[in-house]
């Protein structure tokens, strides 16, 4: 999604990635959890590229260690083959990814934003304070294929507190059945201008001006997806940004003033949230639209005329 100025806008919506909605189930035991992060039933499109995060999940620390800060103590990926019968399912590796049961997919886990490779009880401990990220990535296989793990263990996730000695065992498993489907949603291309605003309008921060519907078009949907959703990606440093802000591109003069993103409603889209397309149906498919509105926004106590440029990704999630 592009946008042009303050006295002329633009915005433009843009297909980017696919990725797979998630579910999160944990069974308690006595000394920790096993984790299932993605759905029993998992429907992907054919055609995903090679390297793409195809489905993510989270854990909070409180949920892996019982505090807001953990300490990893012991990470082990394991990789899964086919293997003989009777033999151990599955080998430790130095990841980040790890083999999956399924034909064209891996996983991996990150701590801290970074991809986690094997860590050893003898090697200092890593502490984190945000959800660890847990992805399904489609590999270089030249076919991704139907199948069905085995509840397979892929991860040891030991943790501490930041102050404890009692080890805490996660595991994290794949207990998923895949099918593939043929074909995807499209999301085309498209631009917003919003007609040119007079610095006056603008009265104080969070003033808005300008303000014109838009709909983001998801076509051409194939029918068997138990689930179809999207997300909104603003592109750019959203640091600082308030609720359905984007952040200004680097062609932008203006200062100030930034570009809102609203639902039909009013209410400022929440950006990086998974929503859900309540009108797809899995046995027909179809074509849908998303109603929108978009106006500039004050954000400073001082407005500079200029040119107003900003930009999202209609990131589709399939399940």
């Given at each position: 999604m592009k946008m042009h100025r303050l006295d002329l806008k633009a915005m433009r919506v843009v297909e980017r990635a696919v990725a797979a909605s998630l579910g999160l189930t944990a069974a308690t035991s006595a000394f920790g959890a096993d984790f299932r992060p993605f759905p029993t039933a998992l429907s992907l499109p054919r055609g995903v590229a090679?390297?793409?995060?195809?489905?993510?999940?989270?854990?909070?620390?409180?949920?892996?260690?019982?505090?807001?800060?953990?300490r990893l103590v012991n990470f082990r990926p394991i990789s899964h083959v086919?293997?003989?019968?009777?033999?151990?399912?599955?080998?430790?590796?130095?990841?980040?990814?790890?083999?999956?049961?399924?034909?064209?997919?891996?996983?991996?886990?990150?701590?801290?934003?970074?991809?986690?490779?094997?860590?050893?009880?003898?090697?200092?401990?890593?502490k984190f304070s945000s959800p660890i990220e847990i992805q399904l990535l489609r590999d270089a296989s030249p076919e991704l294929g139907n199948g069905t793990t085995a509840d397979s263990i892929q991860f040891w996730f030991f943790t501490k507190t930041t102050s404890g000695t009692n080890r805490i065992d996660n595991y994290?498993?794949?207990?998923?059945?895949?099918?593939?489907?043929?074909?995807?949603?499209?999301?085309?291309?498209?631009?917003?201008?919003?007609?040119?605003?007079?610095?006056?309008?603008?009265?104080?921060?969070?003033?808005?001006?300008?303000?014109?519907?838009?709909?983001?078009?998801?076509?051409?949907?194939?029918?068997?997806?138990?689930?179809?959703?999207?997300?909104l990606k603003p592109v750019g440093d959203t640091v600082g940004t308030s609720a359905g802000v984007l952040p200004l591109s680097a062609e932008s003069t203006a200062k100030g003033v930034r570009i809102r993103v609203t639902d039909s409603a009013g209410a400022p889209v929440a950006f990086d949230t998974s929503n859900r397309i309540d009108a797809y149906s899995k046995d027909t498919g179809g074509s849908f639209s998303i109603p929108m509105r978009v106006s500039y926004v004050q954000t400073e106590a001082k407005v500079t005329p200029g040119t107003v440029n900003g930009a999202m990704s209609v990131l589709m999630e399939y399940q």
């Open positions: 090679a390297n793409t995060v195809v489905a993510r999940a989270y854990l909070t620390p409180q949920t892996l260690c019982g505090e807001g800060t953990c086919n293997v003989a019968s009777g033999d151990v399912p599955g080998f430790v590796s130095n990841g980040p990814t790890v083999i999956t049961e399924i034909k064209g997919l891996r996983m991996q886990v990150l701590v801290n934003g970074e991809p986690q490779t094997r860590l050893d009880e003898n090697q200092p401990s890593i994290i498993r794949l207990n998923t059945r895949l099918t593939r489907i043929e074909g995807s949603c499209s999301v085309p291309s498209r631009t917003v201008e919003l007609q040119p605003a007079r610095v006056g309008r603008l009265t104080g921060v969070g003033a808005t001006a300008g303000e014109r519907s838009f709909q983001i078009n998801i076509d051409d949907c194939p029918k068997g997806y138990n689930k179809i959703l999207y997300r």
